[in-house]
């Protein structure tokens, strides 16, 4: 088992433990803001669920019916998280409408902020290991997971704050308002996980500062070139591929066109992990001289 899919395996226990200390806050409290925190909880096991299964059909290796490898499968998981987040908010709406029409006293409300708070600090920890490790992995479904823990720890600490308010003031419609503001903040959580994702399903170019340094890069070491144009990036989950015409002198030999290859390739790759170069060699004639990378 890859250590991004032994990550993604302990976000699922981390992501029921949670559940189940906040679930239990909002048992002993019946507070329907304490109730939206649970249930984006449930969210977090099943989108950890997602990407645990993602990351396994990721690792597997490029065959006959998918030449270019199985990365983009973390890509549906996090376009999954993301529909399940709004999922979520659509359901503490809900909660929260019927809050409104039959409003309920809130019941032992220290107890279920100790709950709420101990699975608050557990979130914060594992989501914090989850950015570096998807940072250092490159990987887009334990990015997704990562951020929407964090998110999930600033709902927290917000439902947290209004609740405290709401018993100490005894202004008991804070409690709803404050489920409502919870969903209205997770639904923009999950809007924005989807489009990432859906950027990456769509081909999405890598950062505008990415592709100006790969273009330096190769303009660097294509010495003996004449040009390189048509230069295309592309992410697919860890992986960024990466394609372009080489332009090099008529008389130039197979041999003498392809060292300057390699060592286009290994300055790339020496620079940016998971690169996949493709590297079209042209003759001098075939050199556009406007909207490209001169050498």
């Known amino acids: 088992m890859r250590q991004a899919e032994r990550i993604a395996a302990g976000s699922i226990a981390i992501g029921l433990a949670v559940l189940a200390l906040k679930t239990a806050a909002w048992w002993v409290t019946d507070s329907a803001a304490l109730f939206s925190d649970a249930a984006e ?66 019941t032992a409300p220290w107890q279920g902020m100790a709950l709420n708070l101990a699975a608050g600090v557990l979130n914060l920890g ?3 290991l989850l950015v570096r490790a998807a940072r250092r992995l490159r990987s887009p479904a334990l990015a997704a997971d990562g951020k929407h823990l964090l998110a999930d720890v600033v709902t927290s600490a917000g439902v947290l704050a209004g609740f405290a308010l709401a018993v100490t003031s005894g202004i008991w419609w804070l409690d709803p308002l404050l489920a409502a503001a919870t969903a209205l903040y997770i639904l923009v959580s999950g809007t924005m996980v989807i489009r990432a994702s859906v950027g990456g399903l769509m081909d999405e170019a890598p950062a505008a500062a990415i592709v100006a340094r790969i273009r330096e890069l190769v303009g660097v070491h294509a010495e003996g070139a004449i040009e390189a144009h048509d230069l295309r990036m592309r992410h697919a989950g860890r992986l960024t591929f990466l394609e372009f015409h080489l332009v090099v002198p008529a008389l130039m030999t197979v041999a003498d066109a392809h060292a300057i290859c390699d060592r286009i390739e290994a300055a790339l790759k020496t620079e940016m992990e998971g690169l996949m170069i493709t590297i079209h060699v042209e003759p001098e004639g075939k050199a556009k001289h406007q909207g490209v990378l001169v050498l």
Do not use: C, M
């Open 126 to 128: 594992w989501g914090l």
């Open 41 to 106: 909880s449930v969210v977090n096991v099943a989108a950890s669920l997602a990407a645990f299964v993602a990351l396994r059909l990721a690792a597997r290796p490029a065959d006959a019916d998918h030449p270019y490898g199985h990365d983009k499968a973390e890509f549906f998981a996090a376009v999954i998280e993301g529909v399940l987040i709004v999922v979520a908010a659509l359901v503490i709406l809900q909660e929260t409408w019927q809050a409104v029409q039959a409003p309920k006293a809130i």
